[in-house]
C-alpha cells in the first residue's frame, strides 16, 4: 500500500475530483447497491482480495473504495438499472462480506448506518446488552415509536 501527502492545493484539488466522482463512475455500471464496512487498516488486503473473488450468476460489477486513512470502505455492487429487486446472488455476497469483515474485527456499519439489509446483523454485531441501551435510549427520544419505525429496531 502507497500513501501520498501534498501541499499542492490544485493536485488535493485534483484528488478530491476523483473521490467525488466515484460513485458516478461506478454507477455507469447499473444500479448501485453501496454498503459500507470497516476493517483495521492492516487488513485491508484481506478484504480487497476476499471482494476481488467474489463470483456471481446475476450480471453485476462489484467494487471496493472508500476512506482508506480511516479503514472505511464501500464494497459497492451494481446491478442491472432496471432491477426491481436485489438479486439473491448479491444480497448473499453481502452476507458474506459481513462475515468476513466481522472475522477481521471490523464492524458491518461504518457511517452510512444500519438498514434493511443490515438489521439481522445488529446483534451479532453489537451484542445483547449494547442493543438493549440503545433501543431504551431510542424509547427516551420516541416513545410513541414513529421515528423510522421497524428499522433498526
Do not use: C
Not at 482480495?49 to 460489477?61: A, G, H, P, R
Request: hydrophobic fraction near 40%.
Amino acid at each position: 500500500m502507497q500513501v501520498s501527502v501534498t501541499d499542492d492545493a490544485d493536485y488535493a484539488e485534483k484528488i478530491i475530483k476523483i473521490r467525488q466522482d466515484y460513485y458516478q463512475a461506478e454507477a455507469a455500471y447499473g444500479r448501485l447497491i453501496v454498503e459500507d464496512v470497516a476493517v483495521p487498516l492492516s487488513k485491508l488486503p484481506e478484504l480487497a482480495d476476499f471482494i476481488e473473488k467474489l463470483s456471481f450468476k446475476s450480471k453485476v460489477k462489484a467494487f471496493l473504495g472508500g476512506h482508506a486513512g480511516d479503514g472505511n470502505f464501500h464494497p459497492n455492487i451494481a446491478i442491472e438499472k432496471n432491477s426491481g429487486v436485489i438479486p439473491r446472488d448479491v444480497l448473499e455476497a453481502n452476507e458474506r462480506i459481513f462475515s468476513f469483515v466481522q472475522s477481521l474485527n471490523g464492524t458491518i456499519s461504518a457511517e452510512h448506518g444500519v438498514g434493511e439489509i443490515k438489521k439481522a446483523w445488529v446483534l451479532p454485531q453489537l451484542g445483547k446488552n449494547l442493543v438493549q441501551l440503545q433501543k431504551k435510549i431510542k424509547a427516551v427520544f420516541d416513545p410513541n415509536g414513529i421515528l423510522n419505525p421497524g428499522r433498526k429496531f
